[in-house]
């Protein structure tokens, strides 16, 4: 059974940082592109940024381009989202998932979503 479990929201001044990490479980990880995306209230899931498994290659939505840095440990099954200098406009709630990254979408077969951590950011 796969799962996801995302962490490390919270809220936090325009300016501020965050460290969102996802773990996986049920899933091989290792072998799979990663991503985060994020859905605030009104407004569609849009991705965020995704890692190839073995982290040397990202893609970056333009609107966080700059401020936000993915990673992973493919050792703790778990993919982590660095977020700088965040504005009022990073408010969403934000999950993990598999990702195509020439499209910063999610895999047609995922169907796995987490709980999602919600980041809020005041102004």
């Known amino acids: 059974q796969v799962q996801m479990v995302e962490s490390g929201g919270g809220l936090v001044q325009a300016g501020g940082s965050l460290r969102l990490s996802c773990t996986a479980s049920?899933?091989?990880?290792?072998?799979?592109?990663m991503g985060w995306f994020r859905q605030a209230p009104g407004k569609e899931r849009e991705g965020v940024s995704c890692?190839?498994?073995?982290?040397?290659?990202?893609a970056y939505a333009d609107s966080v381009k700059g401020r936000f840095t993915i990673s992973r440990d493919n050792a703790k099954n778990t993919l982590y989202l660095q977020m700088n200098s965040l504005k009022p406009e990073d408010t969403a709630m934000y999950y993990c998932?598999?990702?195509?990254?020439?499209?910063?979408?999610?895999?047609?077969?995922?169907?796995?979503w987490g709980q999602g951590t919600q980041v809020t950011v005041s102004s």
């Open positions: 049920g899933l091989t990880f290792n072998i799979y592109t």
């Open positions: 890692i190839n498994w073995s982290g040397d290659s990202t």
């Open positions: 998932a598999t990702c195509m990254r020439a499209t910063l979408t999610v895999r047609a077969d995922f169907d796995y």
